[in-house]
């Protein structure tokens, strides 16, 4: 404490309860003063190249249009019973998430373990791509990714792990071209647009009420305008969900870091990963927006992709779901329907508790989404756990499928 709070703590005449509240209020006032002074001289300090991102060496392995594949050097010896992953994030962020640094990488986890990693790069649409639908991208897209991908792994399946917009991707073609996958993993991806709007929680499902609620011609004005959705379009609209936590990072959230290295580092790779985000194509926008959001056609068993409906029910491999309990983007209740179309003998959840983007960044999801989707790997796409569960299915009777109302729709 400094002196002169010092002496207005200790003086009688400030014994009343206000002027004890505004002292407490000027010491707390002063001590974020000095940590924000803390932070600014180390910011002043940090070149640009200590804010790097997805460093994790990768080479080009195949590209159709845009969009690239990439594989990863191995950190370990390799896992030769189970099948290579295919990472799919979504076109509405970077993949580079899945590496943000040393300490928090999905990627570098999954190495270390000994699995083969392959990572889709969708590019940077511009309003040159605004025809390009989900279509495409499901089929064309991260098809032509996953059968190289198949195709190096000796003609034998690979495991696609599909991210949010991303995981609806991998899910669609996973029920329409099953026999392209050894497993299927998620995580935080959208299946119900609507979810379960009467109890969710404050906070929790605006973007579903916004965008559920605009009419097609809302829509299609808007991909008019801009050819696509802009990523600055959309990296406003997400930032908006959380409006305090928007105003006050850059202020009293860098002042809490106290010049931490460490804490501040973290932030800014952060920072940086969230104002790189791509335009998205217009025709796919609208499909996802109208469509899947204000449609709910996937669940419904109505929305159609090359001239075939997605049957969900047709998904034959492991499922592998992880959700986030407190993800306000994605609610629970919008991913967890799922398993209404996956016999229970296939089907697993992994439960996170945490937000959207913590499924990926956060110290504790490197222990609990990577460990365990590793551990799944390895337990149910294996060739032994493969041909285990062959032999099961033939010996012992399906059980019973759940269906929620939405899905016999």
Same mark, same amino acid.
């Given at each position: 404490?400094?002196?002169?709070?010092? &002496?207005?703590?200790?003086?009688?005449?400030? @014994?009343?309860?206000?002027?004890?509240?505004?002292?407490?209020?000027?010491?707390?006032?002063?001590?974020?003063?000095?940590?924000?002074?803390?932070?600014?001289?180390?910011?002043?300090?940090?070149?640009?190249?200590?804010?790097?991102?997805?460093?994790?060496?990768?080479?080009?392995?195949?590209?159709?249009?845009?969009?690239?594949?990439?594989?990863? #050097?191995?950190?370990?010896?390799?896992? #030769? =019973?189970?099948?290579?992953?295919?990472?799919? /994030?979504?076109? !509405?962020?970077?993949?580079?998430?899945?590496?943000?640094?040393?300490?928090?990488?999905?990627?570098?986890?999954?190495?270390?373990?000994?699995?083969?990693?392959?990572?889709? =790069?969708?590019? &940077?649409?511009?309003?040159?791509?605004?025809?390009?639908?989900?279509?495409? /991208?499901?089929?064309? /897209?991260?098809?032509?990714?996953?059968?190289?991908?198949?195709?190096?792994?000796?003609?034998?399946?690979?495991?696609?792990?599909?991210?949010?917009?991303?995981?609806?991707?991998?899910?669609?073609?996973?029920?329409?071209?099953?026999?392209? !996958?050894?497993?299927?993993?998620?995580?935080?991806?959208?299946? =119900?647009?609507?979810?379960?709007?009467?109890?969710?929680?404050?906070?929790?499902?605006?973007? &579903?009420?916004?965008?559920?609620?605009?009419?097609?011609?809302?829509?299609?004005?808007?991909?008019?305008? !801009?050819?696509?959705?802009?990523?600055? !379009?959309?990296?406003?609209?997400?930032?908006?969900?959380?409006?305090?936590?928007?105003?006050?990072?850059?202020?009293?959230?860098?002042?809490?870091?106290?010049?931490?290295?460490?804490?501040?580092? @973290?932030?800014?790779?952060?920072?940086?990963?969230?104002?790189?985000?791509?335009?998205?194509?217009?025709?796919?926008?609208?499909?996802?927006?109208?469509?899947?959001?204000?449609?709910?056609?996937?669940?419904?068993?109505?929305?159609?992709?090359?001239?075939?409906?997605?049957?969900?029910?047709?998904?034959?491999?492991?499922?592998?779901?992880? /959700?986030?309990?407190?993800?306000?983007?994605?609610?629970?209740?919008?991913?967890?329907?799922?398993?209404?179309?996956?016999?229970?003998?296939?089907?697993?959840?992994?439960?996170?508790?945490?937000?959207?983007?913590?499924?990926?960044?956060?110290?504790?999801?490197?222990?609990?989404?990577?460990?365990?989707?590793?551990?799944?790997?390895?337990?149910?796409?294996?060739?032994?756990?493969?041909?285990?569960?062959?032999?099961?299915?033939?010996?012992?009777?399906?059980?019973?499928?759940?269906?929620?109302?939405?899905?016999?729709?």
């Amino acid at each position: 404490m400094t002196d002169s709070s010092s &002496n207005m703590m200790n003086n009688p005449a400030l @014994n009343n309860p206000a002027m004890k509240e505004a002292a407490r209020l000027w010491e707390a006032w002063l001590d974020t003063q000095v940590k924000a002074a803390k932070t600014g001289a180390l910011l002043a300090d940090l070149a640009d190249e200590a804010v790097q991102i997805a460093t994790l060496p990768k080479k080009e392995v195949f590209a159709i249009d845009k969009v690239r594949l990439y594989e990863y #050097e191995p950190l370990a010896d390799p896992l #030769e =019973d189970v099948p290579p992953i295919v990472i799919c /994030y979504g076109l !509405f962020g970077r993949q580079t998430m899945i590496d943000l640094q040393e300490d928090r990488s999905l990627v570098r986890n999954l190495l270390e373990a000994g699995h083969r990693v392959y990572v889709v =790069d969708w590019g &940077n649409p511009t309003r040159v791509d605004r025809h390009l639908k989900i279509d495409d /991208y499901v089929q064309s /897209y991260l098809g032509g990714c996953l059968r190289f991908a198949n195709q190096q792994n000796d003609d034998k399946p690979c495991v696609v792990f599909g991210i949010c917009e991303g995981g609806t991707f991998s899910a669609c073609l996973a029920a329409l071209e099953p026999q392209l !996958f050894a497993g299927l993993a998620l995580a935080i991806t959208p299946i =119900d647009f609507e979810g379960d709007p009467e109890n969710f929680w404050l906070g929790e499902g605006q973007l &579903n009420l916004w965008l559920g609620h605009l009419t097609e011609a809302d829509v299609d004005m808007l991909i008019e305008t !801009f050819g696509g959705l802009p990523g600055t !379009f959309y990296g406003s609209m997400f930032t908006a969900l959380t409006p305090m936590a928007t105003m006050t990072k850059y202020n009293v959230g860098l002042a809490r870091l106290a010049g931490n290295e460490a804490a501040t580092l @973290n932030f800014l790779r952060m920072e940086k990963w969230i104002a790189d985000r791509p335009d998205h194509p217009g025709a796919a926008a609208k499909q996802w927006i109208y469509n899947l959001y204000g449609q709910n056609q996937l669940v419904r068993g109505e929305f159609v992709i090359d001239g075939r409906i997605v049957d969900l029910k047709k998904i034959k491999c492991p499922v592998l779901n992880i /959700y986030a309990q407190q993800d306000h983007i994605v609610p629970v209740s919008c991913t967890t329907p799922l398993g209404d179309f996956i016999p229970g003998r296939r089907y697993q959840e992994l439960s996170f508790p945490g937000g959207h983007v913590g499924v990926f960044v956060s110290s504790k999801a490197q222990g609990v989404v990577a460990g365990g989707l590793s551990e799944w790997l390895k337990a149910k796409t294996s060739a032994p756990a493969q041909a285990a569960a062959k032999r099961a299915s033939q010996r012992t009777p399906k059980p019973a499928r759940k269906t929620s109302k939405k899905a016999a729709q």
